[in-house]
């Protein structure tokens, strides 16, 4: 089993993942800093207990949903952790800690969903989400750390319902160093989408990623215009287009509901997190991996282009609940 979502190969068969995880390690701890020192502390404190009680373990179930976790999941957490407890005699709060770090990473640990790798070698990403999720700017993280790597990125404005979408595209675009293929406001975005992707072959571009309006999850037309884009991907591609849902972890649960409808109209194989250092909530990436099972590709660990990490189950689950004895 693959552990982390990533992007088919590209050159000499390393993937997007491999290409990011070289970035640095800290990110993912920084942005999982809000969440720690808020509800997770109260998961540090009642673990660091001698031995847990029944009304420990009460409240350990309703710290995690506070945190976002969701009642599903946490009574998940609980119930592998609480078998493993009476399995193994676990009897101190180190111990049940361990074992619940444990069982955060299998929640957290979901085998890759891409498509099969297109023979031409470019890879086109449609990245989709709703209004204000963060959608351009974590295109534009992609985009920078790509090129950092010495890929050629074409970016395509298919987000043409607003003017200001497109320009924002196109500063983001000239300062990660990416060319962006981009028509008038108000063109067709399925068109837009087809001349990048002609443009993209035409320069031998290694990445081809596409911005799509942000959009309501509950509007059908809107939705329905996001289904014509991927279509007109679908038919101009070997292999079907990847799918990264970006998602406002600010939201909370509410992010759930936007990406089942996002699953339900183009499919969804990887999540970029983004705005999660900016939450105390960071527990939504255990709910949306154990309730959508679609992985976490990225999160976003600050405002700056540099700001992404590749997510890591380890990495992550350490960050939040980290060992309580050095």
């Known amino acids: 089993m693959v552990c982390y979502y990533h992007l088919q190969p590209f ?22 800093r809000p969440t720690r020192a808020g509800f ?21 179930e309703e710290a995690l949903i506070l945190a976002d976790v969701g009642l599903p999941t946490a009574s998940r957490l609980l119930a592998t952790v609480r078998e493993r407890a009476r399995r193994e005699s676990l009897a101190s709060g180190e111990a049940v800690a361990a074992a619940l770090r444990q069982a955060m990473v299998e929640v957290l640990s979901l085998p890759s969903q891409a498509p099969a790798p297109s023979p031409s070698g470019l890879r086109v990403v449609l990245a989709v989400g709703v209004n204000g999720s963060g959608k351009t700017t974590s295109i534009a993280k992609l985009a920078y750390a790509l090129k950092q790597e010495g890929q050629a990125v074409v970016l395509a404005a298919a987000d043409t319902f607003r003017a200001a ?46 911005d799509t309006a942000g959009r309501l999850h509950t509007k059908f037309n809107l939705m329905e215009e996001l289904k014509k884009v991927h279509r007109i991907l679908e038919r101009q591609l070997e292999s079907p287009p990847e799918v990264l849902l970006v998602l406002d972890a600010t939201m909370g649960q509410n992010a759930l509901a936007q990406a089942r409808h996002f699953l339900a109209a183009v499919g969804v194989h990887g999540i970029f997190l983004a705005k999660l250092d900016g939450t105390a909530k960071g527990g939504i990436v255990l709910a949306i991996c154990h309730e959508l099972q679609v992985p976490v590709a990225f999160i976003g660990t600050g405002e700056g282009l540099e700001d992404l990490a590749p997510f890591d189950p380890v990495a992550f689950a350490a960050a939040l609940l980290p060992p309580l004895r050095s």
């Open 165 to 210: 979408a497109i320009d924002q595209l196109q500063v983001w675009g000239e300062r990660a160093g990416a060319t962006v293929i981009a028509g008038q406001p108000g063109a067709d975005p399925g068109a837009v989408a087809f001349d990048a992707l002609q443009a993209a072959r035409s320069r031998r571009a290694d990445v081809l990623l596409v």
């Open 40 to 60: 997770f502390s109260r998961i540090s404190q009642l673990l660091g207990r001698p031995a847990l009680d029944a009304g420990d373990w009460d409240e350990l």
């Open 11 to 32: 050159v000499g068969g390393e993937t997007l993942l491999g290409f990011l995880r070289r970035q640095d390690k800290d990110k993912t701890e920084q942005a999982a």
